[in-house]
């Protein structure tokens, strides 16, 4: 499942319990919070673990005022009117890596907009890597959550996340 082994020996916090969705949008928000500007962040978990509620919580967390659907079917979903601009994926029905080519995937990955993709395992091989990586997991009728970063920038992302519990 792992795609890359973090960087210095980042390794996955310890789970956390959402007890609801609105605590996963909660937690989706504080992500995009401390996200700040640009960056990529992979989303594991099981259809249904709540990806997408998070992502939806971010990006209304970062000022976005209308829906936010899941983009199964169309790869990807554009929020271009926030800063930093977020690019939602879900690469579930990815039939091969290649077509993120087409997709011009390099233009989404610049470094300066904030990437969130659901299931990356699809991409692997031609998906750019992630600053930080979260999983979800369904536990009876809550999610559970951990992340963990993967660069330089994940970790500064992390350690924020956990400022912003500590003065809570
Ligand atoms: N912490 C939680 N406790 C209980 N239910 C939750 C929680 N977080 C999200 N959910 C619910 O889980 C369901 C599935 O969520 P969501 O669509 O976000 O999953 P997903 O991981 O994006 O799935 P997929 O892989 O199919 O895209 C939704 O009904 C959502 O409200
Ligand atoms: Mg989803």
Redesign the pocket.
């Known amino acids: 499942m792992k795609i890359n082994n973090g960087v210095d020996g980042m390794a996955w916090g310890d789970w956390e319990t ?4 609105d ?2 949008e909660a937690w989706g928000a504080a992500l995009g919070r401390a996200c700040g500007n640009g960056a990529v962040v992979y ?1 594991f ?12 919580g971010l990006l209304h967390g970062l000022g976005h005022q209308g829906n936010v659907k ?1 983009p ?1 079917y169309t790869l990807v979903e554009p929020y271009e009117d926030i800063r930093p601009r977020v690019y939602h994926f ?1 690469l ?1 029905r990815l039939a091969d890596p290649e077509e993120l080519e087409f997709m011009g995937i390099r233009d989404y990955f610049s470094g300066e907009h904030l990437c969130l993709v ?2 990356p395992q699809r991409g692997q091989g031609l998906l750019p890597s992630a600053d930080c990586e979260v999983e ?1 997991q369904v536990v009876g ?3 559970q959550l951990r992340c963990r970063a993967c660069t330089r920038e994940g970790k500064s992302i992390v350690m924020r996340m956990q400022q912003a519990v500590r003065t809570s």
């Open positions: 959402l007890a609801d969705a605590a996963t989303l978990g099981d259809l249904g673990a709540g990806k997408t509620t998070l992502c939806r899941s199964t879900d579930y659901e299931w979800l009728t809550h999610r």
